[in-house]
């Protein structure tokens, strides 16, 4: 069973930045896929952003040039690193494992293995 802890989650104020952090314990996969997924109250969980196993990106476009995810395979930790925060950011941020190297449905959550608990962003205006 692989285990996926999220930290870093907090408030901050519109404009400023938070930096998450997914740490992956237990049987990990020797290569995997990692995604970045948030809920906000009464929404559907939508997805953020999308890191390959060898650090192929991708984002949902209300985030892209203000979010970064990243990835360090000796920690087995994927960060997602968010600036300019704006309150519609605000949702329960969730990180999920694909067992594979790449997944062409990087956006549907059903294509993930594992998902963390989650961690809250809240952005005030």
């Known amino acids: 069973q692989v285990r996926l802890v999220e930290s870093g989650g907090g408030l901050a104020q519109a404009g400023g930045s938070l930096r998450l952090s997914c740490a992956a314990s237990?049987?990990?996969?020797?290569?995997?896929?990692m995604g970045w997924f948030r809920q906000a109250p009464g929404k559907e969980r939508e997805f953020v952003a999308f890191?390959?196993?060898?650090?192929?990106?991708y984002y949902t476009d209300s985030v892209k040039g203000r979010f970064t995810i990243s990835r360090d395979n000796a920690k087995n930790t994927v960060y997602l690193q968010m600036n300019s925060l704006k309150p519609e950011d605000t949702a329960v941020y969730s990180c999920?494992?694909?067992?594979?190297?790449?997944?062409?449905?990087?956006?549907?959550?059903?294509?993930?293995?594992?998902w963390g608990q989650g961690t809250q962003v809240t952005v005030s205006s």
């Open positions: 999920a494992l694909d067992e594979g190297t790449y997944i062409s449905s990087y956006y549907n959550s059903r294509a993930y293995d594992y």
């Open positions: 237990g049987r990990t996969p020797r290569t995997y896929a």
């Open positions: 890191i390959s196993w060898n650090s192929i990106t």
